[in-house]
């Protein structure tokens, strides 16, 4: 597995600094200095188990973005590709059918959940799925606001659309 290194050196830096001012602490304020060896593996200790709670939650994140790439990349999905595809040379979902547009669409949604809810990692996902996210969003945003009159949901695909806004490198504030 490759470590990052703008996440992992900079968290176990600070994670050291704040151990040895505890240290310090400890052996400039404690009477018996002998306990200052327990103190210490105590810290290390607990550095360790924060760091390792630190590594698990990264992991979680990016087997959340796998699962996702997996999802898309699997043969059974071939078919919503190919219409993400068309609607995106088209610039509309207009002739595709309704029930493939939902699916895309909750598929969007789900994926931007994950997202901007901390679930998956967002670097792996926006690598990955740039492109198609944003362009089928800007086909398919007739059809969204289509569906929030139809169906009488304001809030339908609202996190897609928050996902869109907060990775569009050229936004007005409106897609």
């Known amino acids: 597995m490759r470590l990052p290194v703008k996440f992992y050196i900079p968290i176990l830096t600070l994670l050291a600094l704040v151990g040895i001012v505890a240290i310090g602490f400890h052996w400039h304020l404690a009477s018996d200095k002998s306990r200052t060896v327990e103190f210490i593996a105590a810290v290390v200790g607990g550095i360790t188990a924060i760091y390792t709670l630190l590594l698990s939650i990264h992991q979680r994140r990016t087997a959340a973005a796998a699962a996702f790439m997996h999802r898309w990349n699997n043969p059974d999905f071939l078919e919503y590709r190919k219409l993400v595809r068309k609607s995106i040379d088209a610039k509309s979902v207009q002739g595709l059918d309704e029930v493939s547009i939902g699916i895309l669409l909750s598929f969007w ?9 901390n679930e998956s990692d967002e670097s792996l996902m926006k690598e990955f799925f740039f492109s198609p996210c944003l362009r089928f969003f800007e086909a398919a ?7 929030r009159l139809t169906y009488t949901q304001p809030t339908a695909f609202k996190e897609y659309e928050r996902l869109y806004l907060r990775w569009c490198p050229i936004t007005t504030g409106k897609p």
């Open 109 to 117: 949604e789900e994926a931007a959940i994950a997202i901007l809810h």
């Open 141 to 147: 945003k007739p059809d969204i606001d289509r569906r």
